[in-house]
DNA sequence: CGACATGGTTCGACCGTACAACCACCTGAT
DNA sequence: ATCAGGTGGTTGTACGGTCGAACCATGTCG
């Protein structure tokens, strides 16, 4: 386990594993937007499982480099609702490829006949230490 | 894998998944050390992928804790050639106990007969990723 | 003997995260 | 209708892990 960690280079937050210099949290969040479409922030925080302050602060970068926009929440005054822009979705795709490009190599690494068994294992153990 | 990453709590550098409040880092060094028994710096730094600099400040928090300690390299006057201490043995042996612990949970909810084939893909994937 | 490489340390800067305090808004009970 | 307590977000502050560069000591090779 903490081979993996290493190997992958999980232990630099403020770089993607797959080369990106973007933050770790901050590409996870262009990823769950980019899927869902919208998205409340309260919401992000359980998904990211990150503090309500830090996660206020990373969309208030992803903001700044004009990639998302707030807007009211439908319904809740408090909320802020939250969407991709153009420009955050071309982020999301760049970000996209270069996670297949790094996945490509590793799995041309990985005898074709185990790579759907790894792919599955990975699903099951994240639901197993996902409490 | 992003999920992975969040639901195993990989994003606090500072806390071990396992709920030790030692940093990921040290407690990797920390269990390198274990295993090998005395180590090379510069090997350490190989192995836990980090910069010399914080490889060396990694250890320098370890010897304070009382955890480890250095000593000459042989047959070379640069070198640093690290052991853990009787503190340090105790010290791997209470975060190896927490770690047994968090994962014996996660496996249990895993189906008994796709345990093995989980922890083999795992196996499969680290030395897959390690370029 | 000199040039270059290698192993370590120290210094400075950056940035991601948590915690606390605060505000705005919502909700439910009286 | 009102007030208490809960929820969603923001800002201030502190902490700490990581890198890069500068520097030193030691080893190595021509």
Redesign the pocket.
């Known amino acids: 386990m903490a081979r993996f960690v290493r190997a992958f280079?999980l232990?630099?937050?403020?770089?993607t594993p797959c080369g990106t210099p973007?933050?770790?949290?901050?590409a996870h969040a262009l990823g769950e937007l980019a899927r869902e479409g919208e998205l409340?922030?309260?919401?992000?925080?359980h998904r990211?499982?990150?503090?309500?302050?830090?996660?206020?602060?990373?969309?208030?970068?992803l903001v700044r480099r004009g990639w998302a926009e707030?807007a009211a929440?439908p319904?809740?005054?408090?909320?802020?609702?939250?969407r991709l822009t153009a420009e955050g979705h071309q982020a999301a795709e760049r970000l996209a490829e270069a996670r297949r490009t790094r996945f490509d190599a590793a799995l041309d690494r990985i005898p074709a006949g185990e790579r759907e068994a790894v792919m599955r294992a990975l699903a099951v153990l994240t639901k197993a230490v996902d409490d």
């Open positions: 280079g232990h630099q937050p403020d770089r973007v933050p770790v949290s901050e409340r922030q309260v919401e992000l925080v990211l499982r990150l503090e309500k302050s830090t996660t206020s602060r990373i969309v208030a970068q707030r929440a319904g809740d005054g408090r909320g802020v609702l939250l």
